[in-house]
């Protein structure tokens, strides 16, 4: 009786729990199946080269779990089968983020190789070992030690105004969207205006929470607020900082028009700052909350400067709103374990080190675009540019034919497409590969295709 | 000039990093302010026992970031006061899962002192080393990884029948609620039937997601299938495994005639299975969801089993309504670092022991107050235990005074309170206070005390 084991060499783990948790693994997914036979103590502690008393805990702690079968003198077995699906049945379902292609330079995620990974778990672990409180249900506002801190954070980089009372810690921007859409309605406000383009998922979040789209239509300046005075809607979706897609920031007239316009409909600006940290030519424009924050919402998010998969965003609430949307909230959102961590990386400076190394790289490959005679479009931030094209869709089909992902304005218009483009998102290719793909894209591009025709 | 600076004394921190961020905490936290000298970097190596070159790399550091000014031939200061308010301004408002008591047995939440926080800071970190792409938007649904182990799981402990595609994974079970209530209003669903008493918080959200609310009464069988039929609802909240908060368990005879109402109603069973894994006596009755998984709907969590914190929970869908849940999520909700360490924490077998040492430990301090003479009532089972009392609000009061918190079924009634009794929350109290706490209980039960009067 052979039977072959990978050892998890996690030297944390005690041998028997080891050698346990490799026969278990091997019945879970089938190598072993009821009723095969193990090997002995003995034969198995040689194989492994353990001490025999290793192997004789693990086989007590399996029959105590009802994995195996031991009998004083008999062969021990297999007791059942694994109860996971064999691996072969259903194989992992491809991620919406992986594309088939080689090179990928779709918008909207930053290079997650980028990731802090060490920094991070450390930081966690830190967590872990803070009071035991902290793992429980807590406020659903979020932790007040992160909410502290972010308010600090938040009026030092972009100039929003706002105590920790009135920081509500969310699951990402989309969540916060969602409570908001809600609130708002319920707070008989069913109409939304919203940027044309903007982003998809968006507009679906709010059709969800039961609100009505008005689309805005944006140009070089940004939103046109004459056109936002003429809708229905006393609050708006807007992107001041740097338009998505399109790439513009909101001028400085249009701000004080735009919050003139709140004011005037009683309503409410929702800003969203998705990238408002990366700026590369100059400082980064304040946020447009710190022209009014009673009639600015302002949202953030870690998603496009540590990585989506934190979901951990938040909102800076106007006073008024500040107990209707948080009453909403049946339990905080974002794991606390995770809040305390990011908490940790702000105070420390680990999270500006780890902006201003990524708006470097960023940077970088945004001017290695320029340098190669792409005509960029949109200000000169961000993690996206927008190139001009004479036919996206035909310009995408062709990339595609060339294993590189690209993605164009098409499914960010409300209606009509008023504009051919693709949207440049740089910093998706890790850093590894990323120059490779840039120089890919602009083999791709014959000058004929990035006029617009 | 003499600065006290407290290091850092992580070792994985360049000597660098660690004075630097010491000088940086010390000004954010107003400790330091503008322009106040630092001093001399051969002063400074000295006293911290570190190089001068080590201090002189910190102070660039820091004037690069334009905490402090550094000049030649002039002493170096602090450029700018912190950020962040003052430390004193605004204390951390106390936690609502914070009792002022020195005891603590409120239902809800399990011990936190029991949670594995070095196993899953280790599961976290080998989720990080998983590819990057892991780090992105990922499926709404959920990372497949711990959908199909879940699967899995909740086949072999609950008798549960739903495959990965059936699985959604959420940030826990109040938040999949929400979106089921909306879900379900959409569906032109709009009533619900919910057990009287219920927890509170699900009250709320439901109402937030628009449904009317229809109390059903319970008694010593679990939930009143006649009451409930004759409500307008088609769908119901229920808790069979473990009533909440009084503790029975639905009979066999009632489950079957539970689901032939969803079936003749065309229905569903929201099944709320929160401490599912817990039963002290025997092998936990099966879900409900075996029953029909057509009709039920059926949610867990690990809000009991590792803590509240980790902010996951799941359902299992029936097949009519995973498109339509599903399609209302914009991104997964649960961080995916948090997901893939779960699933780690499952195939190793690491959760099922976390549970059988978890369940050994309630079980005997639920024994430890059975013993001592205390009549609860409910089946031998999960975080909690019912003991009935003549007057809850007077009993509550007493042991307040005595520095105990008590919590009665008050909260829970829809209406009318038709019963007065003490939920004893024995699993929320840390280990090494949990008997002097449950001891502390039954010194202040006077007979008198613990019969309805």
Known sequence: MDLHLDLDQDAS????TAVADAIRHAIRTGRLRAPDPLPSTRALAAQLAVARGTV???YAQLAAEGWIITRQGATTRVARDG??????VEPPAPSRTTAPA???LRPGVPDTT?????????????ATRSDPEVLGYGEPQGRPELRRVLAGYLNRTRGVTAGPDRILITSGFADALALLATTLRELGLRHIAMEDPCLDVHRRVVTHAGLTIHPVPVDAHGLDITALAATPARVVLATPAHQFPLGATLGPARRRKLVAWARRVDGYIIE?????????????????QALDPSRVIYGGTTSKTLAPAMRLGWLALPPRLSR????????????PLDQLALSHLILSGHYDRHIRRTRTEYRRRRDHLIAAGLPLTGIAAGLHALLPVADEEQMIAHARTRSLALM????????RPRGQGLIIGYSRPPVTTAYEALDHLVALMAPADVRPG
């Open 13 to 16: 783990l005690p041998l028997n």
């Open 56 to 58: 004789t805990e693990a």
């Open 83 to 88: 109860d996971g699906p064999p691996a072969t």
């Open 102 to 104: 080689c090179w990928d």
């Open 114 to 126: 980028l990731f802090p990974a060490r920094t991070w778990a450390t930081a966690v672990r830190a």
């Open 272 to 288: 969203d700052d998705y990238d408002g940290e990366y700026r590369f030519d100059r400082k980064p424009v304040s946020a447009l």
């Open 324 to 335: 209707p949307v948080t009453d909403r909230v049946a339990h905080q959102q974002a794991p």
């Open 408 to 415: 164009g304005l098409g499914p960010f218009w409300h209606g």
